[in-house]
Structures are given as structure tokens and as C-alpha cells.
């Protein structure tokens, strides 16, 4: 990797994780490990190639750091270290900034980055007076989303008790939230409609 041999903080930041795809790398990460192939098919514009030399500078950096599972998995997987960990604030702050850019034509969100832009557009003025447990199905990935006293938290688990379940896709959902597609009795396998629909019109999508 190259430097930029400034001592200025933000330089010695961007010498760690400045280089093309590097943050993005870090962004799957933050919901937790995942194993190369999962990393390559969320990032569908960067070759495997590049991909192993980002983790690697990444573990170099001291950002990300590959763990062996036991059995049964018995596979490798790269999650963020406690100093990575810390590049969470940076990684939504630069979403929010990032959100009020244009879309550009083509090309589609990734799980984790629906659900960081999820959490960067929830609007508790649109959640008010909701309660709700919601259990996000979308694809191989089980979120649990929770709207209590106008706070909005996301984790990747199975929702226990679960209010609403929704079964779909990153795009379908992507559809729902940003783009005003109407919800459908077939999205709601579980719960009440009115209160599935009530969620997803809580995350309104920002002005340039």
C-alpha cells in the first residue's frame, strides 16, 4: 500500500483504509463475519483478486482479521477487529453524507447495505406510537428490526416473539422502503399488515 507519509490524522486513516474498495469491504463486516464467497457475491463489482488483496492490507492494518470456524462449519471467516470495530461511526456517517448524493442508474444494494441504509433513513417522526418487533427474511440473511419509543435498532439474528415477519429480497425490500412500492399480503408472512406497512414507510429516503 502506498502512504501518504503525512502525519495528519485523517492521512494516517486513509494510508489504513483509503484504497478503492477498502471501506466497502469494511461495511460487510460490521453486522458481523463472513466468509470470502459471501464477501465476493455482495460486492459483484470486485474481483476475487482485489478482494484478497484488500483483506489482506485490512489484517495488515490491524482492521479486519481472518478466524477459523470449529466443526461443523469448519471454514475460515474475516470479522473486524476491536480497533476495526470503530470505523462503525465513520462508515454511517459517510452513508448519511452519501445519501443525499444521486443514485447512480444501475447496480443494486447488498444486504448489509440495505440494512445500513436502513438504519441511516429511519425517521422517528414516521415511527411515532409503533411498537414493533419485525423479522426481516431476505434471502439467506435473518434480521431482527426493532422500533421502540422512536429508536430503530438492527441486528442479524432471528427475531424472538416477532410482531411482523416479511419475506422478500434486498431489491423488493429496497422497492418498498425508498421507492414507495406498495406492500403486498404475499411480503407479510406473519403479522399484522397494518403494522408492516406502518414499518416500512418509516424510513423515508433523503433529499440531494
Known amino acids: 500500500m502506498r502512504s501518504y507519509d503525512d502525519p495528519c490524522g485523517v492521512a ?11 471501506l466497502l469491504v469494511v461495511r460487510e463486516v460490521l453486522l458481523g463475519p463472513k466468509r470470502f464467497r459471501d464477501l465476493s457475491r455482495s460486492l459483484p463489482g470486485m474481483s476475487q483478486n482485489v478482494l484478497s488483496q484488500r483483506l489482506r492490507e485490512l489484517e ?9 470456524l470449529g466443526p461443523p462449519a469448519s471454514t475460515s471467516v474475516y470479522e ?32 448489509d447495505a440495505l440494512v445500513l441504509a436502513l438504519r441511516t433513513t429511519f425517521s422517528p ?5 409503533l411498537s414493533a418487533r419485525v423479522e426481516l427474511q431476505l434471502g439467506d440473511d435473518t434480521f431482527t428490526a ?24 434486498a431489491t423488493r425490500l429496497r422497492s418498498l422502503v425508498f421507492l414507495g412500492q ?10 399484522e399488515f397494518g403494522a408492516a406497512e406502518r414499518f416500512v414507510r418509516c424510513f423515508p429516503r433523503p433529499g440531494a
Open 60 to 68: 495488515g492494518a490491524g482492521v479486519v482479521r481472518r478466524r477459523r
Open 125 to 129: 417522526a414516521l415511527a411515532e406510537g
Open 146 to 169: 426493532t422500533i421502540d419509543s422512536g429508536e430503530f435498532s438492527i441486528r442479524r439474528a432471528p427475531a424472538e416473539d416477532a410482531d411482523v415477519v416479511l419475506r422478500t429480497d
Open 12 to 22: 494516517r486513516a486513509l494510508d489504513a483504509v483509503g484504497e478503492r474498495w477498502a
Open 182 to 191: 406498495p406492500l403486498t399480503e404475499a411480503d407479510v408472512v406473519a403479522g
Open 80 to 111: 473486524l477487529t476491536e480497533h476495526g470495530a470503530e470505523l462503525e461511526a465513520v462508515v454511517m456517517a459517510l452513508a448519511r453524507w452519501g445519501s443525499r448524493r444521486p443514485v447512480p442508474p444501475a447496480g443494486e444494494l447488498s444486504v
